[in-house]
């Protein structure tokens, strides 16, 4: 199998980041950043949850992790759903005043 290698070495690094993959080495990395951002995410939510250590090697860590990723989950959706109500230009309620209006993402 044929793969790609990229590597970047930034200023303030200790050394340069090398990533594998198949994808053409343009894209290569940009993935690999985004991939990074997620998995930073998760680790700062997992430390703002007090279980930044959790692997799930026990019954408890497992249900925290589970926990974790039913909540990523709900708010995903939320997120998702209000996300495509604004983008094909429909209705959405407006807090409190019990009517809807028409939005779009700047509003």
Known sequence: MEVNLVGVWREGMREALWVMGNLPPEEL????????????????????????????????????TLALVA????????????????LKGGARREGGSGGYTRGSLSS
């Open 29 to 64: 990395l940009g993935v690999y950043e985004e991939r990074m951002k997620i998995e930073e995410g998760f680790r700062d939510l997992k430390g703002h949850m007090g279980f930044s250590g959790v692997m799930s090697k026990g019954w408890e860590a497992m249900e925290k």
């Open 71 to 86: 909540l990523a989950y709900g708010v995903g959706l939320l997120v998702g759903e209000e996300a495509r109500r604004r």
